[in-house]
Each structure stands twice: as structure tokens, then as C-alpha cells.
């Protein structure tokens, strides 16, 4: 079982930069690929970025690519997504999840966090 919480998330503007935090419980929680996916009012959830369990592979959106970094400690059991030179359009609840394969397919992830808003102002 993994217990994930999001937070970091918040106000910020086109051009800036925002780090959110994905903290994890649970003893397995480094065998576990982890992913960000966001959901916009009125949209589907949308793949944003996965990591593998070791950190070795990740994978972005092509919306995404060169300006978000996802990376993970697993000692501190937490992922982190950064995100530099958003856009309004990268507006939405962000979720991040858990998965034993490595999957851009949000119903491939048996656990996920809350959500952080994170809203871009142009």
C-alpha cells in the first residue's frame, strides 16, 4: 500500500518557476514508478511526467518537454516535479500516482494523491 500527498502548489507567473512535491508512506514505495498528471476544468486528466522506480528513465508530455523536471529521492520517499517557465496553460489540479510498470495511461496507477491547484498567471 502507498499513501502519496501533493503540495507546492499555488499561484505563479508565466515565466516563473514552481517545484511540487510528491511525499510518499509506505515501505515500497521505491519499487513503484511515479507519475504527475494534471486535469483541467472541464478536461480529461492528462499525462504530465513519469519517473521509473530507480530515477534511471523518465518520460515528459511533449506539452511539458524542456521546461518540467521530474526527479525522485527515494530515501526522503519523495518526487518532485519542477516546473520552470509555465504557461497558462499548464493551469490545473495536479495529481501524482503510483504504478509498478512505467505507463503514461492514468488507469495503468493503483495509487493516487489529492491534488495540488497550481494556477499561472499571464
Known amino acids: 500500500q502507498v499513501q502519496l500527498v501533493e503540495s507546492g502548489g499555488g499561484l505563479v507567473q508565466a515565466g516563473g518557476s514552481l517545484r511540487l512535491s510528491c511525499a510518499a508512506s509506505?515501505?515500497?514505495?521505491?519499487?513503484?514508478?511515479v507519475g504527475w498528471f494534471r486535469q483541467a476544468p472541464g478536461k480529461e486528466r492528462e499525462f504530465v511526467a513519469v519517473?521509473?522506480?530507480?530515477?534511471?528513465?523518465?518520460y515528459y508530455a511533449d506539452s511539458v518537454k524542456g521546461r518540467f523536471t521530474i526527479s525522485r529521492d527515494n530515501a526522503k520517499l519523495t518526487v518532485y516535479l519542477q516546473m520552470n517557465s509555465p504557461k497558462p496553460e499548464d493551469t490545473a489540479v495536479y495529481y501524482c500516482?503510483?504504478?509498478?510498470?512505467?505507463?503514461?495511461?492514468?488507469?495503468?496507477?493503483?495509487?493516487w494523491g489529492q491534488g495540488t491547484q497550481v494556477t499561472v498567471s499571464s
Open positions: 500516482a503510483a504504478t509498478q510498470g512505467y505507463n503514461t495511461d492514468p488507469s495503468f496507477y493503483a495509487y
Open positions: 509506505g515501505r515500497t514505495f521505491s519499487t513503484y514508478s
Open positions: 519517473i521509473s522506480w530507480g530515477g534511471g528513465s523518465t
